[in-house]
């Protein structure tokens, strides 16, 4: 069993920045494609971006301004978001075992951390 949790969400103005961060247990993390998505009101849960051993990959909404990283020996992800919009206003899920960049692609959930985007 996968635990994630999240943590790190919370309430910004436009154009400031905050730090996700998913600690993870009980499975093998170093192997794993680690990612996170979010849900906005009304909308349906989207990918934001993933990382493997070797790579990155950003949905083109955040490109530039989000960045994923992990460390492996502590079993770490983490989300930097910077240059936050209100359209980024969201519950955010940190995510493991990445069969593909998409909800239906994903074998492990957190359970989300609110961030909001104040205008």
């Known amino acids: 069993q996968v635990l994630l949790v999240e943590s790190g969400g919370g309430l910004v103005q436009t154009g400031g920045s905050l730090k996700l961060s998913c600690s993870a247990s009980g499975g093998i993390f170093a192997a794993y494609t680690m990612g996170w998505f979010r849900q906005g009101p009304g909308k349906e849960r989207e990918f934001v971006a993933a990382i493997s051993w070797s790579s990155t990959y950003y949905a083109d909404s955040v490109k530039g301004r989000f960045n994923i990283s992990r460390d492996n020996a502590k079993s770490m992800l983490y989300l930097e978001m910077s240059s936050l919009k209100p359209e980024d206003t969201a519950v955010y899920y940190c995510?493991?075992?990445?069969?593909?960049?998409?909800?239906?692609?994903?074998?492990?959930w957190g359970q989300g951390t609110q961030v909001t985007v104040s205008s």
């Open positions: 995510a493991a075992d990445l069969e593909y960049n998409a909800p239906e692609g994903v074998n492990h």
